[in-house]
């Protein structure tokens, strides 16, 4: 998932945990908050490994939100990366965007593509 959709990938991971064996959040906004509801704290049904690729100065994923995720999935037994972007705005990801950023960019399609690989048979 891209941006909002990250959270989708959670919440699809957390609900048919029978049926998502991999997923990931690529500069996703928005999952760790300050609420009941908050994507981090809905991850104790989750089977899937989790790849996140966390954006660098992006007020809806601030840096501040990693220790608080990474907790989460380590309690919850949820196999994971998370993989801060340094330098890499939200929206680094697709090439030719105001934001792309080359190096995080490559970086998050060979641990997805790795990821896949890992966890996605036949």
């Known amino acids: ?8 990938v959670m919440a699809l991971a957390q609900a048919m945990p029978e049926r998502v064996a991999a997923g ?3 500069h996703g906004g928005g999952l760790v908050l300050d ?5 981090h704290r809905q991850v104790d049904q989750i089977t899937a490994e989790l ?4 954006p660098d100065e992006d007020p809806s994923a601030p840096k ?12 919850a037994g949820v196999r994971h990366q998370i993989e801060f972007m340094e330098g890499a705005l939200h929206g ?4 030719g965007g105001a934001r792309y950023h080359r190096d995080a960019s490559e970086t998050h399609w060979e641990r997805l593509h790795a990821l896949f690989a890992r966890n996605l048979h036949g």
């Open 1 to 8: 998932g891209y941006c909002m959709s990250g959270r989708l």
């Open 24 to 26: 990931a959040s690529i």
């Open 35 to 39: 609420r009941p509801d908050s994507p």
């Open 51 to 54: 790849y996140f690729g966390w």
């Open 64 to 75: 501040e939100a990693i220790p608080d995720m990474e907790a989460a999935l380590t309690e």
């Open 92 to 95: 680094y990801a697709p090439y």
